[in-house]
């Protein structure tokens, strides 16, 4: 069983900077992708970026240039680094580790609160 764990969140001003992790231990990280997702309050979970097992990523538009995701896959560990970050970043992120077979695996989150 995977159990994908994140951490990194907490509380930054407006044009900081957080580094998220997500250590997913359990499977065969390196066949896997992995997603960050974010649910603001109140509103749908959305993707936030992706790094597929060959290091392919993909952002959300609104992401896009402020965020970064990689992987080291020796440690099973992906990372989302967020820099210039707005109020409306605050969110629970969370990540998903997707299996080569296709099964999801959710994370709990973990807070990120971005104050003006």
């Known amino acids: 069983q995977v159990q994908p764990v994140e951490s990194g969140g907490g509380l930054v001003q407006a044009g900081g900077s957080l580094i998220l992790s997500c250590a997913a231990s359990?499977?065969?990280?390196?066949?896997?992708?992995i997603e960050w997702h974010r649910q603001p309050p109140g509103e749908q979970r959305e993707l936030v970026a992706g790094?597929?097992?060959?290091?392919?990523?993909n952002y959300a538009d609104s992401v896009k240039g402020r965020f970064t995701i990689s992987r080291d896959n020796a440690k099973s560990l992906v990372y989302l680094r967020m820099n210039s970050l707005k109020p409306e970043d605050t969110a629970v992120y969370y990540c998903?580790?997707?299996?080569?077979?296709?099964?999801?695996?959710w994370g709990q989150g973990t807070q990120v609160t971005v104050s003006s």
């Open positions: 790094i597929s097992r060959y290091g392919n990523t």
């Open positions: 359990g499977g065969t990280f390196s066949s896997s992708r």
């Open positions: 998903k580790y997707q299996s080569r077979s296709g099964v999801d695996y």
